[in-house]
């Protein structure tokens, strides 16, 4: 995992002024993908933004501590790791599942895998345009309404499990698709 | 375990479920026991976050039902509704993509860089205010807003033809340094001024200091534009917004917190009478970024968005003046490279058929605002930066 190295130049070798300014371009750049981070690790959506706010005054707080030599993602990443570490603390009877023990080889899956990323995307987003039916409905309350299998389930009159199985077909289908269209043999 | 069972895990997982002891072991221990399985759950999560970024801010993409059927493509996935991948050319259609995410944070992910991505030329706006003023530097106590000053007689930027003015009982002020002036240890600017960069690394060009609102009610800014200096196109008599004209608006802006519950702070274009207002609204209990008519000094054709007004966006306008009501399109965060589509919009209403010779600013909730900018197109509102994002 990337913590800020000992004896190299933090931020604070800045002015108050570029150190600022630093801060807040590298934050835009960071924001949405340390908030698709926490939503990983914190599946709760709600959650994951008041853990995004935790993150950020983190960030800022510890800002002269940042080897500014270094690319800021790793040392936001760590930052964040920190405080999901302390929200599932204080969560108490809640624990971080797979993602803690996981995170270092999915961290290296991110390295592999980060320049077919762009063309992916492209691809994902003409798979969702081209889905139709029951499979934009369970899309549209999963995501856009936020609901839980469990509440569509109840408003469709199918049973949770049938909902969780249904959703988990069509992210199948989404990923076959992009695999097709990236001429990949589906996993 | 197989590969099926291990998608299933994850998506449990981020749907919410809870996992046994003995399925959040097996998936760690599937995940880490080679590459591809470790890439295929990346890909997973990926697919997770890119779904709910995606469709809670724009919504799933049209339907293709219609083309589909013409072109009688074969079904993939059965009873899921999921088409055969098209073997025609696709086109690059710009999203909000969230989620490179993961492989960002680690691995350093290089997104293109905004030279490498097509990019017409740009233009200027024809009013821009960046408020590069001094800035307030006074110490500010509890219930001890200031009342005087603010940003009365201000008159730098360009395109308007007086100074502001303040009508509030409390005064907006110049903020220079957020990180040093938070609100309560919580305050969401703390951590840096005003700014945004697109998911292709493009970045708004924006410098200097920001406006914030007054922290109660309330602050009322106000400035006269310079109707001359607009395009003649958008010229109706004094004022702005002539039928079949279309103005642009981008600001940036990030409020003390993402509270609603009759908080607002927002920019209004046009009068109290007819105008349309664009920020954190006092008829939006939910606090995130909206957009509303104004009639009578009421807020109609309230539209909010999925995003929360703690979080600093960028916010592109349109709009659109026609015989009758008009037509204001708005998108959060959008692209820069490239004029946005209307399919992207986050947020479309209808407002008055109004006319505009000034902004405002009002607020009873501490909320920045900065690089205010009034075009004749996108790209006179969205200049990018040359400067390079590393020390």
Known sequence: MNQPAENSPPSNALTPAQSRELLARSWV???????????????????????????????????????????????????????????????????????????????????????????????????????????RELLTMRYAQDMKPRQIAAKLGMSAAAVRVTLSRVRTALSDCVNQRLGRNAS | MDSRRAMELIDAHLDGETLSDVDAAALTEWIKQNEKQADDAFRRIFLHSYLRQRIQTLGLLPSMEGEKARLNRPQLGGDLDLPAPSSRPYRFIPTILVL????????????????????????????YEGFDYAPYDAPIGENEWPTEGGLNGLNGGLGFSDAWIEAGNLVSLIEANPSDHPWTHHDMRQFGMLGYSDRFGGILASSGNQL???????????????????????????ALGADGSSLWLSFLTQSFD????????????????????????????????????????????????????????LIVARIDFRPGAEQATIWINPDLNEPPSDAQSTLRLPTPDFRLDQISIAGRYSTDFDEIRLGANFRDVTPITERPLSP
């Open chain 2, 100 to 127: 490179i995410v993961l492989a960002a944070i680690l691995g350093g992910l290089m997104l293109p860089s905004v030279s490498s991505l097509p990019r017409g030329p740009r233009s200027a706006p024809f009013a």
């Open chain 2, 212 to 238: 914030r609102t007054s922290a109660g009610p309330q602050s009322i800014t106000s400035r006269r534009l310079d109707v001359a200096a607009a395009p003649e196109r958008l010229q109706d008599g004094d």
């Open chain 2, 258 to 313: 993402s509270s609603g519950d009759g908080r607002y702070a927002y920019l209004q274009l046009g009068q109290n009478d007819t105008g349309l207002r664009i920020g954190k609204l006092r008829t939006a209990p939910s606090g995130n970024w909206s957009a509303a008519a104004v009639t009578d000094g009421a807020e109609v054709n309230l539209r909010s968005s999925d995003k929360p007004s703690g979080e600093g966006v």
């Open chain 1, 29 to 135: 750049k960071a924001q949405s993908s340390v908030l698709a981070f926490v939503i990983a690790s914190t599946p709760q959506f709600t959650d994951a933004e008041d853990l995004l706010q935790e993150v950020a005054a983190e960030i800022a707080i510890r800002f002269d501590e940042y080897d500014v030599s270094r690319p800021f993602l790793p040392w936001a990443f760590w930052v964040a790791k920190i405080k999901i570490a302390d929200f599932y603390r204080g969560k108490k009877r809640e624990k971080l599942v797979f993602v803690g023990e996981a995170m270092d080889a999915l961290v290296e899956a991110c390295t592999r895998v980060q320049d077919m990323m762009t063309e992916e995307q492209q691809a994902l987003n003409e798979c969702l345009g081209a889905t139709t039916g029951r499979s």
